[in-house]
């Protein structure tokens, strides 16, 4: 089992920038790949970008870039950088991470974009 906190959102206005972390309770170097996904109100959860075991970084065409993923494997942290955003950005943001079969998720943390 792992457990991941994230942290990080909050209220912006356009145009500004947050960023989220996630704290992971297994050691980083030991999963597949990390990444965060995206829900909406009366949406469906969305991909929005993910860091391979190897270092390769993949983002959905919408936050390609204005987002930008990383890690610390020394922390056991994943982070996410958003820049420049937008109203349609507004939606609670999820890690994830992959350790073979199993998928884990976070408990969510809220981004507003709004003046």
């Known amino acids: 089992q792992v457990q991941l906190v994230e942290s990080g959102g909050g209220l912006v206005q356009p145009g500004g920038s947050l960023r989220l972390s996630c704290a992971t309770s297994m050691s980083s170097d030991r999963l597949n790949a990390m990444g965060w996904y995206r829900q909406a109100p009366g949406t469906q959860r969305e991909f929005v970008a993910v860091?391979?075991?190897?270092?390769?970084?993949h983002y959905s065409d919408s936050v390609k870039g204005r987002f930008t993923i990383s890690r610390d494997n020394a922390k056991n942290e994943l982070y996410l950088q958003m820049n420049s955003l937008k109203p349609e950005d507004t939606a609670v943001y999820y890690c994830n991470v992959v350790r073979g079969a199993m998928s884990y998720w976070g408990q969510g943390t809220q981004v507003t974009v709004s003046s």
């Open positions: 860091i391979a075991s190897g270092g390769t970084k």
